[in-house]
């Protein structure tokens, strides 16, 4: 059975810290590494796709990288502001397949 | 920017009943996909669809559903027999290529009494 973790399942921070989240997948037979930002009531958004090991993504304050050899992707949120309050997801695919896997998502709250 | 729509946003139906989900996908895009996600639970696959015929579906994608595009803009999932156990969020996606990303419509909520 192929899995996907996050952690941590929540996190609550001040505006202006910076702030990281872990996804684990599996290794074997690895295609690609999505991330989402998903607010409530609203499309999950696409943040990054990720293929390569060693990928590293960045869009505005918020990056993403990716070990395809250990199976994990960390994204980063440098300075957070309250608008950036959202779930983020991961989600990954194998080779043969273009069904996305997901992980539970993070679920984080910015405080003013 | 162009996006994915689906209506309604909420279906409430009876067990048993038949309910039709519609999604608007992006128009130039080649591939579409279901998901749900039970409350508290992950996004899970259920349907992909491609060349108008299932690419790929899960185990969840049984005989009580059903897939259709019936024109050249609007993507479907029938439920022909509804359960408790249904009751979820649905998601259309859509993307341009079999491994790109996937974009995703705001979800219906289904919910079956």
Known sequence: ILNVEQSPQSLHVQEGDSTNFTCSFPSSNFYALHWYRWETAKSPEALFVMTLNGDEKKKGRISATLNTKEGYSYLYIKGSQPEDSATYLCAFSVGNTDKLIFGTGTRLQVFP | ?113
């Not at chain 2, 639970?41 to 049984?62: A, G, M, R, T, W």
């Not at chain 2, 027999?81 to 979800?107: I, V």
Request: hydrophobic share 30%.
């Open chain 2, 1 to 113: 920017e162009p996006e994915v729509t689906q209506t309604p946003s909420h279906q409430v139906t009876q067990m048993g009943q038949e309910v039709i989900l519609r999604c608007v996908p992006i128009s130039n895009h080649l591939y579409f996909y279901w998901y749900r996600q039970i409350l508290g639970q992950k996004v899970e696959f259920l349907v992909s669809f491609y060349n108008n015929e299932i690419s790929e579906k899960s185990e969840i994608f049984d005989d009580q559903f059903s897939v259709e595009r019936p024109d050249g803009s609007n993507f479907t999932l029938k439920i022909r027999s509804t359960k408790l156990e249904d009751s979820a969020m649905y998601f259309c996606a859509s993307g341009l290529g079999r491994t790109d990303t996937q974009y995703f419509g705001p979800g219906t909520r289904l919910t079956v009494l």
